[in-house]
């Protein structure tokens, strides 16, 4: 192994040493992540597709390979797995975007003991004024990122909710909440779509074991 290199593919192969060191943990973990991507109401290729998008926010490249390789085998199209990266951009932009209206609670001395109210969110408008040429581009982007294409309305709003149980966003979660409702999502699906969310976030932690393991090894 380089003493220089962080991560190459034959890393993740030391993710299964963890079955030796806490095997009852490792193997919940397992068939936790079988569970939450195994076709029900929402198909694998959609799952899938979620996985991948979920990847791209908490950013991990072990994630990224595999659940590419595994919505190819899906039959996912290039453009599909494109569209689902790019709903997974807006949301990760998106997360700092909205958080602007705390920051702008904070910097005039908002009192409030809350800090998240449904109603600050109203306040994302006043970025127009201090910077319309960066503010109208963003929103120009998140639209498009969001518009019906290879994948449907319906389908990128669940993405864009799995994306936002992983950014931590309320204003998120409460906007693509609504809206996967809206195109016609049903409660089953949505817990199906954070499930696949939870998944990557949890299984970023854990295989980034691969590289604990490295730097403990010496």
Do not use: W
Not at 74 to 99: C, D, Q, R, Y
Not at 189 to 200: G, H, R
């Amino acid at each position: 192994m380089s003493n220089e290199s962080l991560y190459q593919k034959s890393y993740f192969n030391r993710l299964s040493e963890l079955k030796d060191y806490a095997p009852e943990v490792f193997e919940a973990f397992i068939d936790f992540d079988q569970k939450a991507l195994a076709p029900g109401k929402l198909t694998t290729k959609f799952k899938e597709l979620i996985a991948v998008a979920v990847a791209h926010v908490t950013g991990f490249p072990y994630c990224i390979e595999l659940h590419t390789q595994n919505v190819k085998k899906e039959e996912a199209s290039k453009e599909e797995m494109t569209e689902a990266i790019m709903v997974a951009t807006a949301l990760k932009g998106g997360a700092a975007f909205a958080h602007s209206v705390n920051a702008l609670n904070t910097y005039d001395g908002h009192e409030d003991e809350e800090l998240y109210k449904k109603s600050y969110f109203s306040r994302i408008k006043e970025l127009s004024d201090l910077n319309n040429q960066a503010f109208e581009a963003f929103v120009n982007f998140d639209q498009q990122s969001m518009k019906e294409g290879k994948l449907s309305k319906k389908e990128k709003e669940l993405i864009a909710l799995a994306c936002a149980h992983v950014t931590g966003c309320a204003y998120c979660i409460n906007i693509h909440g609504k809206g996967a409702k809206k195109t016609g999502s049903s409660p089953e699906e949505v817990a199906e779509a954070i499930f696949v969310a939870t998944s990557l976030k949890v299984g970023s932690a854990i295989t980034h074991s691969a590289n604990a393991l490295n730097a403990y090894d010496g």
